[in-house]
């Protein structure tokens, strides 16, 4: 990732519109923040959340509360907690992502 050259800024959250996005099982609430081609969000999925689709863009996520699972398309399961982070880079590894309980996250890609 590159960081081109912008001001120094600062973002009060609560002022950012809320997206709803339907997932497989569940909603996902997006707030979404753009720089130049880097977009940063909050992200929340509900309890019983299911992606409906893989996905194969490169994220650096950082779990803020609750838990979940990220699924590779190899089979592989791993889970993330409050205060974990992942990191995986475009057209890596296809992942979605599961949760029982919700979970908060704040992601840049």
Aim: aromatic share 10%.
């Amino acid at each position: 990732m590159k960081l081109d050259s912008f001001p120094f800024q600062t973002l009060n959250w609560s002022s950012v519109p809320i997206e709803e996005h339907k997932g497989e099982t569940g909603m996902a609430y997006w707030q979404v923040q753009k720089v130049n081609d880097i977009r940063v969000r909050m992200v929340e999925y509900s309890p019983g959340y299911k992606a409906d689709h893989w996905c194969s863009k490169g994220h650096i996520i950082l779990c803020l509360e609750g838990e979940m699972d990220s699924e590779l398309e190899d089979g592989r399961i791993l889970k993330l907690s409050k205060g974990m982070c992942y990191f995986v880079g475009d057209n890596d590894e296809a992942h979605r992502s599961t949760t029982a309980t919700g979970c908060k996250l704040f992601i840049v890609d």
